[in-house]
């Protein structure tokens, strides 16, 4: 290592869309700020995941709308290649030099290179030129994310199945794909893919409904929809053993029945683990594997000192990269103000959203919108609940939108104080209603002022006011 530290007010490792926000909010408190980034800056979000992934969700949603309207009609199948090459648009060619650019003009230094942490308020950076020692005045920010998580099946490993990062940069669309799990991304790219030509498309999932995290009526209309478009939805399912003879050749997956499914490709969507790996978290006495558990300021909780923070998927919280962007905004003031002697506990400086109300947007067809607690969740916490549920079908601005458009919308209410604590909506091109909720829940409004908010008609958000009603008011 260099003789001398390079000094910096904060240390960012990670430039994802968090680590990014992070760095942004201390240098607009007034301090200096290194990012520390050795792949793409920008991360995971923009480069393989949310940004590449909704731009082969988009045409799968837009060619049905097209279908459920009258007078309107398809000239043939989606153009695969031209939308691969759209996606490769979006994701500006797995170029990263504007975000490079951005952190410029913040302004801060970027580095790239292998950050890691080493001792109190150091960093070390391996870079291709040699190695750099970074020491900062005030807080070290982690900000890695996370990893695909690769299921310890015999054979999964050396048949290099996909995950997100395959799926979304590929330029090849398989023709028989298998996909294992049942969450957001095992549901979102299986659809797309086999929108775009994965005829023979086959999902195994674990436990016997998709999106477990939601309303069991969201997972059910998501896979009556799959049904329908020819993908093999197989519940109650796992792999027991993968076969690969031949790099880049078939695939076979051996099932717990005793079946058997020959694919192309094998798509894993089994969820996603802290990526803290050699990132010297047993250099400052946390456990080597995380997550980094952080109070409400980001503030890693068994650090001495605090001068530890972490945001985003590393410390578990919540693994939705704008829950990330917002943790990033609360613990970059939180160090600013902590650095200057300023109070630290003025109201935007603690996680409330995380616990309170998260939103999150599945873009399958139907999409399914959720913001908060789902019924399960508001009684296991102790809640004096009620639920009150409409077909979003019946709303006047949903029958101008064609035919066989259909929904569903639930509200979760507590009871004791009359505000809402979740709300989930499922129906096609419907995250536009998600954010009235997501206020709802975060101000908690109480539902006799919620009344006063007039939708326009005729729209799809005229649910609001048939759920308030069915409520009684």
Known sequence: MPDQDEIFDVIVIGAGPVGLNAAARAVRGGLTAVVVEERLAGGECEFYACIPSKALLWPMELAAEVDRMPGLALRGPIDAPAVLAHRDETVSHLDDRHNVTWVDNLPATFVRGHGRLAGPLRAEV????????????HAVVVATG??????????????????????????QVP?????????????????????????ATTMLVRRD??????????????????????????FGRSATRVERPAPGGPVTVHTDDGARVDADEILLGTGRRPAVDDLGLDTVGLQAKGPIEVDDSMRAVDVPDGWLYAVGDVNGRN????????????????????????????????????????PQVVFTEPQVCMVGRTEARARADGFTVRTVEYDIGAVSGAEVRG????????II???????????????????????????????EVALDQLWHAVAPFPTVSEVWLRLLEAYGL
């Open 209 to 234: 409904h998709l999106l477990e995290r939601a309303e069991p009526f969201a997972g059910e209309m998501v896979a009556q929809s799959f049904q329908r478009s020819g993908i093999d939805v197989r």
């Open 175 to 199: 023709e028989r794909l298998v996909t294992i799990g049942g969450g957001p991304v095992a549901c979102e790219m299986a659809q797309a893919l086999h929108s775009l030509g994965s005829a």
């Open 126 to 137: 391996t870079t291709p030129d040699g190695a750099r020692a970074l020491r900062a005045r």
């Open 403 to 410: 035919v066989g458009y259909t929904g569903r919308a639930k």
């Open 413 to 443: 209410v507590d009871e004791d104080r009359r505000v809402l604590l979740g709300a989930t909506f499922v129906a096609p091109d419907i995250d536009n209603l998600l954010h009235s909720a997501t206020v709802a829940v975060n101000a």
């Open 146 to 171: 996370s990893d695909p998580a690769i299921p310890d099946i015999p054979g999964l490993r050396d048949a290099r199945p996909w995950t997100n990062r395959e799926a979304t940069s590929t330029h």
């Open 319 to 358: 693994l939705l990269t704008h829950m990330g962007k917002y943790q990033a905004r609360v613990c970059g003031d939180v160090i600013a103000a902590r650095a200057k002697g300023e109070p630290d506990d003025r109201p935007g400086m603690r996680d409330t959203a995380d616990e309170r109300g998260a």
